[in-house]
């Protein structure tokens, strides 16, 4: 007993210098009879000499005016056989008088599952938006306040890409939409951490030309996203100018699409999508497809000019669209 005593209070010390806590999984490690404290399920280690370990640490711990703790190990169980004295043995930490331990990351579900946005809202919790959003008890959460604001979209479309990609991100979410035509969710792709999703495309990549599949990879990428926000453009235009016909209402969005989607960023994104955006946007596209702006600008007039020459014409048909009456001879 001596021995181990002495041998115990020797690695705790060291152990309490470096941690500024003892664990019995840590005096394990220092006396050499476990290779690891990340330990798997079991330690394969005599229950006994656990217990007089356990013992002899905690002499050494109350000499040294140290604080009992029990340490949060979950689920783990550290004996195949749960004996609870042998447990107990494991869990008991020693500490100095308000020494706090490093919080653990919190455990999170296996599957996260997280929707694409297909209609304008809000983040229950800070009140911006984005491309995405967590289902919450009180409503959606943005991937900021759902702490996945780090991952990348990912489109499927490349299994082996999606699947290297998962298993190369130490966190990472199914990203679905709710398709109203068929009445359920479907797959658009996953989040995952851009090191994974690079690292996932070498792997790929590895016997190909890397940068033009790279290439074709991001267009895809962008080609998803130029959809998304040219549907919720068009969403937005719809719902600010119900009478505007909904094929020009498509055309004006794939155009906005075209000048620069939701690639810059999330509160750029909020930005086009703004009531003030969208009407510029429709406005422009009055000025240009109902009047005979294009033809006065060609005819040498300035711009300043012929904009204020089709003004009203221009407001009467946003009039007309906001009020839901589609301008049929406008
Ligand atoms: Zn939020």
Redesign the pocket.
Known sequence: MANVRTGVARVAETVLTERGAVRPVDILVGLGWIASPTTERRIQVDGAKIVEVAEALRHWAIERGLEERDGDYGDVTFTSDGDPNVERAYRTHWAPAGHVEPEKPRPRPKKLTVLAADHAWE?A??G?DGDFFLEGKSGG??L??ADLGHLEFLPSGDAALTGRARKASRLSAVVVMWNLRRNRYERQGILAEPAAIEQAARECLSDADVRARRRARDTTRRAVEDQRFQGEFAAAIREQFPGCPPERAEAIALHAAARGSGRAGRSATARKLDRDAVRLAVAASVRHVDTDFDDLLMAGIDREAARAKVFDQVESVLSAWRAGAAALDA
């Open positions: 983040c919790l800070c911006e959460v943005c900021d306040c």
